[in-house]
């Protein structure tokens, strides 16, 4: 018995040992890490609940705790946001604001938002939050170049109406607005932007009509700042026109028909492609 009792024993000493054995390594491995700035570190600092939805909801910066951390007095207050509702914000498909910010009654005269009942667009303004600079002039062309809408990150050309597409106008039937936007590259239109042939494209009709601000006319577009309406000279584009520019989305109505964006009123519609229509080229985007 009592050998059976010492053989239990000496199997548990080894056992034992080779457990220590085993976890001494991932103690080493472990120790090798970084570990991270002290709760007290300014460097442990984090953005509040708060603060992370309003970067979500309106693109308003914030900035973490600057100095040390210090045992608060009281407890924390409500951030007035819940965690799920920071989730709903961070959703990837994500729908931008139009722009539009006024309020309108039946005969189109301007009222507070307060008397129209709420619900309106101008009321609620929902959607994507425009960063505070709309449009950012890359200044890599001779005279033209190309410009960054910083709120879908797509890339367009910087004139709007380049003279050499189909016709002296800047216009061009849908197959040859496809062509030209395609064959597009460093080079050509003035462009010093390393592109080459098929970086560019016509873009399909959403990419096309998030250009649009529909708090203006003539054109539905905003300044470079997303502040006010597009004026030439002032601004990231030049030469916009108060006319169709093509798409690359085909009508599934008529599929010899194909969508353009009005940039007069900023409406949508479908026209026959062998109509000759303004063409805008865009590059980049997912």
Same mark, same amino acid.
């Given at each position: 018995?009592?050998?059976?009792?010492?053989?239990?024993?000496?199997?548990?000493?080894?056992?034992?040992?080779?457990?220590?054995?085993?976890?001494?390594?991932?103690?080493a491995i472990a120790g090798d890490l970084e570990s991270p700035a002290a709760p007290t570190d300014p460097n442990?600092?984090?953005? $509040?609940?708060?603060?992370?939805?309003?970067?979500?909801?309106?693109?308003?910066?914030a900035t973490k705790r =600057?100095?040390?951390?210090?045992?608060?007095? +009281?407890? $924390?207050?409500?951030?007035?946001?819940?965690?799920?509702?920071?989730?709903?914000? +961070?959703?990837p498909t994500k729908v931008e604001k139009t722009g539009q910010t006024k309020c309108y009654n039946e005969s189109g005269i301007v009222i507070s938002c307060?008397? =129209?009942?709420?619900?309106?667009?101008?009321?609620?303004?929902?959607?994507?939050?425009w960063p505070s600079l709309r449009f950012t002039d890359n200044g890599d062309g001779d005279g033209d170049g190309t410009v960054t809408d910083n709120l879908t990150g797509l890339i367009w050309l910087k004139n709007a109406n380049y003279k050499n597409t189909d016709g002296e106008f800047g216009t061009a039937t849908w197959a040859n607005a496809l062509s030209f936007c395609n064959?597009?590259?460093?080079?050509?239109?003035?462009?010093?932007?390393?592109s080459?042939?098929?970086?560019?494209?016509? $873009? #399909?009709?959403?990419?096309?009509?998030s250009l649009i601000d529909f708090a203006y006319s003539r054109p539905a577009l905003s300044n470079a700042a997303g502040t006010a309406?597009?004026?030439?000279?002032?601004?990231?584009f030049s030469d916009?026109?108060?006319?169709?520019?093509?798409?690359?989305?085909?009508? +599934?109505? #008529?599929?010899? #028909?194909?969508?353009?964006?009005?940039?007069?009123?900023g409406n949508v519609g479908y026209y026959n492609k062998t109509s000759n229509y303004y063409v805008w080229p865009v590059r980049g985007g997912q």
């Open positions: 018995m009592r050998n059976v009792r010492y053989k239990i024993f000496s199997l548990y000493l080894i056992l034992l040992f080779s457990l220590m054995l085993a976890i001494a390594p991932m103690r442990s600092a984090m953005y $509040p609940l708060e603060d992370v939805y309003n970067r979500l909801n309106d693109n308003t910066t =600057s100095g040390a951390f210090t045992e608060p007095s +009281a407890g $924390p207050a409500s951030t007035g946001h819940t965690l799920d509702q920071v989730y709903e914000l +961070a959703l307060d008397e =129209s009942g709420h619900g309106q667009d101008g009321d609620l303004q929902k959607g994507v939050a064959d597009l590259a460093h080079g050509m239109c003035g462009l010093t932007d390393g080459s042939a098929g970086d560019w494209r016509l $873009p #399909n009709v959403k990419e096309l009509q309406r597009w004026v030439e000279g002032g601004d990231a916009v026109q108060l006319n169709n520019y093509w798409s690359s989305t085909a009508s +599934a109505t #008529n599929t010899s #028909n194909a969508w353009y964006v009005n940039l007069y009123y």
